[in-house]
């Protein structure tokens, strides 16, 4: 089976390098490499690429625009070989087995459309993870994490980590949805759950890997807030996440972020996610919700 990895990155050429060149350690190497930048020129080390295509094809592609979803609908629409497509965030750090797992996991189970690994560690929920971080998590894999070969259902995959059958998502016409634009937050579970009723998704505990979750080139505060309630009720109403799902979300985050905004954290904008949860409330009330309103915000 052909593995392609997509990887979607715009102002992180050092982080991305990082990603690339620990992918070069994986005992089956990918078959392709798609990477979309938002800026080719400025967003992917030209020099540093050259080295990693001694090894793997690469290829590097330009996005209608920016964003995670117009993103990967360019991978999407230039993966035109590919088995197994398998979106990774240009900060995640899989184990070395990672592809070897992912292909003999595909080929054994017909049924499956999405798998998502098992995260170690998760930098996008606390301060981020520093690569040579990353690297002592994954050599400290105990024996019995690493022969555990558990699959179990799951509502979605995990964008940072998320392996697609290729072919049904061609023959399906299946796009991340650029109306979650920017960040796309949620875009995992809507194209997940597009995917859902032609197989099964799972998480993979033999899929191991981490995720830095730098905070460079990601949204503000306010945005993120915004997001927080827009998107949510957005993939509501269109039918691809489950109202109870979507309310419990948006309750979680506002206690969090209200919560939070009189001791934050350091590396979160609590009382920016605050202001921005508050702005999205009150589009609602006069009907003017939409995604697409954290472009024109700061």
Not at 8 to 19: E, I, K, Q, Y
Not at 32 to 41: E, H, T
Not at 178 to 186: I, M
Request: aromatic content about 8%; hydrophobic content about 40%.
């Amino acid at each position: 089976m052909f593995v392609e990895i997509g990887i979607a990155t715009l102002g992180r050429p050092g982080v991305l390098s990082a990603a690339l060149d620990h992918l070069l350690n994986q005992t089956r190497l990918p078959d392709r490499i798609i990477i979309c930048a938002g800026r080719p020129d400025e967003d992917v080390d030209q020099a540093h690429l050259d080295t990693i295509r001694a090894r793997v094809p690469v290829t590097v592609v330009q996005g209608t625009s920016r964003g995670s979803s117009a993103q990967r609908n360019a991978i999407i629409e230039h993966s035109d070989e590919s088995d197994i497509l398998l979106f990774l965030d240009d900060d995640f750090f899989p184990a070395n087995s990672f592809i070897s797992r992912l292909h003999d996991l595909f080929a054994a189970r017909p049924t499956l459309v999405v798998a998502t690994g098992l995260v170690l560690a998760d930098g996008a929920t606390g301060p981020g993870i520093e690569p040579p971080d990353a690297l002592t998590t994954l050599m400290q894999i105990t024996p019995e994490v690493d022969q555990n070969r558990q699959v179990m259902p799951i509502y979605n995959g995990y964008g940072c980590n998320m392996a697609v059958r290729a072919d049904l998502v061609r023959k399906h016409g299946v796009k991340f949805d650029e109306a979650l634009p920017l960040y796309s937050w949620l875009e995992d579970v809507d194209f997940s759950r597009q995917l859902s009723g032609f197989g099964e998704i799972v998480q993979a505990h033999g899929l191991l890997g981490v995720h830095l979750g730098i905070k460079r080139g990601r949204v503000s505060g306010q945005r993120f807030g915004y997001a927080q309630i827009a998107n949510p009720i957005y993939l509501a109403r269109k039918g691809t996440m489950a109202p109870r799902r979507a309310y419990s979300q948006m309750t979680r985050n506002i206690l969090r972020n209200f919560a939070g905004a009189f001791f934050p954290e350091p590396w979160v904008d609590r009382r920016g996610r605050v202001i921005g949860n508050t702005r999205a409330f009150f589009d609602l009330i006069r009907g003017r919700l939409k995604p697409a309103n954290i472009i024109t915000m700061s």
